[in-house]
């Protein structure tokens, strides 16, 4: 009892960065559990790339591949260029069930990573800054016509397009319709409820997206465009306002 008083006196008074290293000591020492815990009470004040890439390592090792993913997709938008956030996402995805089916076209491949060269806080800042910038350049130009201020607010105003289609990119990735299957097997109904007929049989690690949702129940596309009735718990939404989890 005394030992169980200790522990929790600690967790409470322990700080974010500390819980994050405290469950790095437990990874290492294969207490993946415990590991777990303390690597979610550092989430709950501190969103940082490499605490959601050693969560979700530490999901992978448990066994909850979607769960995984999901954090690391949350490590890839935070840090969208360290290559072990990459390689872990790309060999989760290889390791679920339902695999894709058609390979990413080159150019399409090409054109993403040039338009997430920056993670996202960075590109919603530039954006901003750039636009303000750009306005003032004009601003400039009209108070006294001049080409340096032109050209100014020309260059300014390219560099903000790009930013601009930077973030419509990132949109996509980060949006809060975006979720994880995180059930080992699950039916997609046709309806919000188990006496509707299965559409869709989808397991877990696939990624879909949110279209609706009724009571309990989530109106989830997969990729492909085919969907249906799942309940909440059986997904977790990637990207969210406040961070919380769907629950049954």
């Avoid at 999901?59 to 360290?82: C, N, S, T, W």
């Avoid at 046709?190 to 869709?200: A, C």
């Avoid at 799942?230 to 969210?240: D, I, M, N």
Wanted: net charge positive.
């Amino acid at each position: 009892m005394i030992q169980f008083g200790l522990v929790l006196v600690s967790l409470v008074s322990a700080t974010p960065v500390e819980f994050y290293n405290q469950g790095n000591e437990a990874y290492e020492a294969a207490d993946y559990e415990h590991a777990l815990m303390l690597y979610d009470s550092a989430a709950v004040r501190l969103s940082n790339a490499y605490l959601y890439y050693n969560r979700g390592n530490t999901y992978f090792k448990l066994g909850e591949i979607g769960r995984a993913i999901a954090d690391y997709l949350k490590a890839y938008v935070l840090d969208p260029y360290d290559s072990d956030i990459a390689f872990n996402l790309s060999f989760a995805r290889a390791y679920r069930p339902d695999k894709a089916l058609k390979l990413q076209n080159p150019l399409v491949k090409f054109l993403t990573r040039f338009l997430r060269f920056l993670p996202l806080a960075t590109v919603r800042m530039l954006t901003g800054v750039l636009f303000f910038l750009a306005i003032a350049a004009l601003a400039m130009h009209f108070k006294g016509p001049s080409r340096f201020w032109i050209w100014i607010a020309i260059g300014l105003g390219i560099v903000c397009l790009w930013t601009s289609a930077s973030w419509l990119s990132w949109s996509e990735v980060a949006s809060p319709k975006r979720a994880v299957i995180v059930v080992p097997e699950l039916f997609l109904r046709s309806g919000p409820g188990e006496s509707h007929k299965i559409l869709v049989i989808v397991h877990d690690g696939l990624e879909v997206t949110i279209r609706g949702r009724r009571g309990q129940y989530l109106l989830l596309q997969v990729p492909g465009g085919q969907g249906g009735w799942a309940p909440a718990g059986s997904v977790e939404q990637v990207f969210q306002k406040a961070k919380t989890r769907y629950t049954k």
